[in-house]
Structure formats: structure tokens, C-alpha cells
């Protein structure tokens, strides 16, 4: 299984940016497939999540009206699911983690390795 993101970089106050996270070795079937992000000396945060099996989204509050989840879906094993983050602003300055998961009390089980975005002012 593995979960690898790209897309973080250092981008200004108003810009946009698409996050990416590629899935391999997962029956996606029921799965749960998130943005989660940590900010500096801050507890890891949900972010938005799509769900395989309906393309549902679900974002936080600080998310909605600005970050946009979607997926693709070609494979039933191997997917991108993608992040696209518009008019960024400073807090949302972050290691963005995708992740998946499939148990019923919500919790996600795997994890990938993080990418940087850094909003400046």
C-alpha cells in the first residue's frame, strides 16, 4: 500500500494550489479517502474527505466554499484524489497528509508521508 502526496509548495496570500495524493494497493471499494493537515505546533486537523464508493465530499467548515475534493476514477485499486485549494491564506500554512480508511468509527488507517504548503502574507 501507498499513499504519496505532491503538489505542496510556497505560494502567496490569494493564490491557488491543487494538491495530489496517489493511492496504490488499495481495494477502494468502501473506502475513505481524506485531506488531513498539521500546522506548526498544532494538532493534526481534518480536512475534507470523498468517499469511493459515491464520489460524496465532506469538508470542515474552514474548508468549504474554498477547497475543492475529487478523484479519479479509473482504476477500482489505484486512484488520485486531488485537493484544490483556492484564495489560500496564511493559516493555512500546513503539512497536508492524505489518507484512507476503512473502518466503521471513522478513523483512517493509512497514511501518506506529507507535503509542504506555506501560504505567505
Known sequence: VRLVESGGRLVQAGDSLKLSCAYSGLILRDARLGWFRQAPGKEREYVSHVLWSDGSTYYSNFA??????????????????????????PEDTAVYYCAAGFAADGTYEWWGQGTQVTVSA
Open 64 to 89: 468549504k466554499g474554498r477547497f475543492t475534493i475529487f478523484r479519479d476514477t479509473a482504476s477500482n485499486t489505484d486512484t488520485t484524489v486531488y485537493l484544490q485549494m483556492n484564495s489560500l491564506k
